[in-house]
Each structure stands twice: as C-alpha cells, then as structure tokens.
C-alpha cells in the first residue's frame, strides 16, 4: 500500500450549472505515481472535474489538492505542476508538429533552442510521431492530431498528468503507445488521472480507477474492488444436460432469482441474481429430479455490462 499523502485530494467537490448538480459531492484520493481512470457515461461530470482540477473553472464548492497545492488557491504554482489533454483538443493552427510543440516549449520557459528541441523530440518519440514531425498541423488526421496533444501534455514535466477520454480516436497500436508512455509517467514518478467511457480501455492501462454517474462517485478502487461496491452478484449459468431440457427449464423457472432462460440444444441458459448457496442448491435441485447433467458453468457478466446496467437504473432513477 502507499502511505505518502495523496497526489490528487478532492474533498466534497460540487459544480453547479445554474440549477443543475453536475458534480455532486465529490470526494476521491489518488496516491502518488498511480494511473487512476475515472469511468463513467455520457454526462456523468468527468470533464467538469478535470476543469475544475485544471484551474478552467472555479467549483461552487469544495477543495482540490494536486501534489500538496491548493488548486483554487495557487492557480500559478498549480497550472506549473498540471499537464492537461482536454476531451476536444484545440487543432493546432498553421504550425508544422514539431513547431507546435516548441512553441508550447517555449510558453513554457524550457530552456534554450536546442535544450527544447532535446524535449520536443523526446515528447514525439513517446507517441511514435517522430517521422510526423515536419508535417503541417492540419494535414493530420484525428488520431495523429489525437497524439499531437499528447505529445505535448507531459512536455514541461507536470507532477499531475490530468488527460480527459485521451484514447478516442486512436488505433490499437496508438492505444497500446499511450497505454506505456502512461505508465513511463507514472514510473518516472507522475500521477495520472485519465477519463474514458470504455471499462476495459482503462482496466489495461490502470491500476485502479473509479466510477462515476449523473455527478456522483459510485465506486472506487482496483477493478475487482469495484465490481463488488457496484454490488454485481449478477451471473450467467449454463446447465449442459443429457436429456429432459423442457423438464429442467421449467423447474429452474420457477426458482427464485432465475431469470432471462433460453434452451439451446443440450444447454440450458439463464442469468442467476442470486448467492453461492443458492446456486449450489440450484445444481442440487437439477441433480435431485434424476436429470443427468455433463457440465454447470459460470460466467459473470462483463464490467461493460455491469456499468451499463448501473447507468440504467441511475437514468430510471
Ligand atoms: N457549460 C455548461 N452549462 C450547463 N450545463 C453543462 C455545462 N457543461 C456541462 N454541463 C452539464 O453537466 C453535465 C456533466 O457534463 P460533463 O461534460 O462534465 O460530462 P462528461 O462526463 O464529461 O460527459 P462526456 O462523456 O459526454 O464527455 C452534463 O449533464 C452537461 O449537460
Ligand atoms: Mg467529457
């Protein structure tokens, strides 16, 4: 575990517009070096986060601490350790990539000519643009503009790398490029804090993540952690029997927590709602009727289906 004080503090953090909550309550703690993902749908309040702990936008209330300085306090000191990829990076302008990229370079007080050169080119290798680099800006295509903006986030060395649904647009091997430079950051001792609406885009390159909807946080922690706070106990089970598939169908039915049950050739499949005893006692009751059965499966709902299924009952909330 790591004791050191948290990289990223928000406490009790709430975004109004107007009369709606878009950021309701919000307390979360990042240890340092972490990649930590922040998931959630459509609207769910993650960019109005990340602009808060960004300095873009002032919160109706709360505090945020990013590697020991108060956000809302010292926007100066706070702007120096944050590296920000925005959800809608702005398309450079006339600029070739590399001239982009020294222009920041410059913004941002790294040295001399040649010093920032050694770092633009560094930030362009990361994300494997490097043969990129004499190209105008805006002959790219989305997802090498995509890597444009990241190239440039870490330029000045942020302590906080805060990147908004960085993956979109991306090509597997792109992915793959930002899932290591990432985790480089973080090695090299940064703490990132990236958003997606993909589960499984941030289990890969996460080691832990949390989980928000309509503003609020509904779980946070290791993957399997989360799954257990959003409380899925939801499974899918097939019964692969010999004979008498009607017989067994109809008695599964009638069981508690059963439920959505098909019969395809020798299986019988269904979701089961319910608790490892109950499922026992389902493998018992299918034995105790004489039905001969060759296999009994598990398999539990993805975490897709999980996150979809919290969304859902959120939205009929
Ligand atoms: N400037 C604004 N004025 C009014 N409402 C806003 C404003 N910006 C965001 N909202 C509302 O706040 C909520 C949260 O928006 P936010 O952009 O933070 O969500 P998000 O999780 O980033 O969504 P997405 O996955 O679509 O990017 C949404 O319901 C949105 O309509
Ligand atoms: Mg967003």
New binding site residues.
Partial sequence: MNDAPPAIDIRSLR?D??D?V??DDLTLSVPPREVFGLV????????????VLTTLMEPTYGEVILDGVDVLEDLESARRIIGYMP?LAPVPSDLKVWEFLDFHAAAYGLGNRSQRRERVAECLEEVSLTDQAGKWCKELSRGQTQRVVLAKTPLHRPRVLIL??PASGLDPLARRDLRNALRKLADAGATVFV?S?ILSELAEMCSSLCV?NR?KLLASGTVDQVRHQLGSTERVLTATLLARHGEAGEWLSSQPAVHDLKITGQQVIFGFSGDDEAQADLMEGILALGIRMRAFEEKRSSFEDILVEVAENNRHA
């Fill in positions: 975004v517009y107007g709606f878009a950021v959630g749908p459509n609207g769910a309040g993650k960019t109005s986060t990340f602009r959800d908004d649904e958003s609406h928000m503003g």
